[in-house]
């Protein structure tokens, strides 16, 4: 009885694994999508600074509600300088300008890079699946043992 749920445990403890290397796999798409944007949120520390910064860009008309933004996403896109404006209500607005070299500054001063987000939850995947494979093989090493004593 004890062997079968010893068994048990280290089945569900090998599928914890797989599903572990599988979600590492997949998150190299997010990882490579994410590569080069660097997002910062926007807060009311900021958002008047992002304000002044934005209204130096000749594409900047009262169509973008700053005090609605939530949060820009900088990419360089072809040696163009592309930011993705992201609004509370859902609403996406982009702007393509390179006179906006002080907001690029400043994303990528106080911003976070999207791909380094999944790398880091990438990394913690990969500690805690050495950490289960540790147990299953002190699981797998009991199992042995009781197999050892039954043959005895």
Not at 125 to 145: E, P
């Amino acid at each position: 009885m004890k062997r079968n749920s010893l068994v048990i445990l280290e089945l569900i403890l090998m599928i914890a694994i797989f599903i572990g290397i599988v979600f590492i796999v997949f998150s190299g798409y997010f990882i490579f999508k994410g590569l080069g944007r660097t997002v910062v949120n926007v807060n009311n520390n900021n958002r008047i600074v992002i304000e002044q910064m934005l209204k130096e860009s000749k594409y900047y008309d009262d169509t973008y509600k700053i005090n609605d933004l939530k949060k820009i996403q900088f990419f360089m896109n072809f040696n163009d300088y592309e930011f993705s404006l992201y609004y509370k209500n859902g609403e996406k607005k982009e702007i393509s300008d390179d006179n906006l070299e002080n907001l690029r500054s400043y994303i990528k001063q106080n911003g976070y890079s999207k791909a380094m987000y999944y790398v880091t939850i990438d990394i913690i995947i990969i500690l805690v699946v050495l950490v289960i494979n540790v147990g299953r093989k002190n699981l797998s090493n009991k199992i042995d043992l009781i197999d050892k004593e039954d043959k005895i």
